[in-house]
């Protein structure tokens, strides 16, 4: 039976090599406590982070990984992209909240730092992805990346109205 979807070849699928960029905002209120969880936002994004990290490796032990934290100015861990779990582990337990408040946070060179990256990823045929956890307004952080995209581009282009 040619139609019968157990008769049918089905080649496996190549899973793409990505660069996964963490970018954490870790100001005070990362410390507030998740009121189901009974744990500090900070520490269930670590865990979470953790297992992602192992999940995507068991998936594709090629997929690397880098981490940078936000405060006033974005900061760099792990500046080159590995697949070293242990380095990952230390800097993700090592976070710490930070007194300093992100609202006048400034992302145009971490994304003009994500853009080269990007470049570098793709000419070694792997994909770029930034996962960004911003605690501020979502609205906030919209505009932010709009300002900060048009920046780092420099297309001309405009803001969508709403």
């Not at 008769?7 to 905002?25: A, G, K, T, V």
């Not at 690397?64 to 380095?87: C, G, M």
Request: with cysteine; proline share 2%; hydrophobic share 40%.
């Amino acid at each position: 039976m040619t139609g019968h979807p157990s008769s049918r070849n089905h080649s496996p699928q190549r899973i793409n090599s990505e660069d996964i960029l963490f970018c954490m905002d870790v100001d005070s209120e990362s410390l507030v406590e998740m009121k189901t969880a009974r744990v500090n936002r900070l520490d269930a994004i670590k865990q979470a982070i953790l297992l992602f990290v192992n999940s995507k490796l068991s998936i594709n032990p090629d997929h690397r990984f880098s981490f940078a934290t936000l405060s006033k100015f974005a900061y760099w861990h792990i500046k080159e992209f590995n697949s070293d779990v242990e380095s990952m582990i230390a800097v993700v337990r090592a976070l710490s909240a930070t007194t300093v408040s992100s609202s006048q946070l400034d992302l145009t060179n971490l994304f003009r730092l994500a853009a080269h990256e990007a470049k570098k990823s793709y000419s070694q045929n792997r994909i770029l992805r930034v996962v960004l956890r911003y605690q501020n307004c979502v609205q906030n952080l919209y505009f932010t990346f709009l300002f900060v995209l048009r920046a780092v581009t420099k297309d001309k282009w405009h803001m969508p109205k709403q």
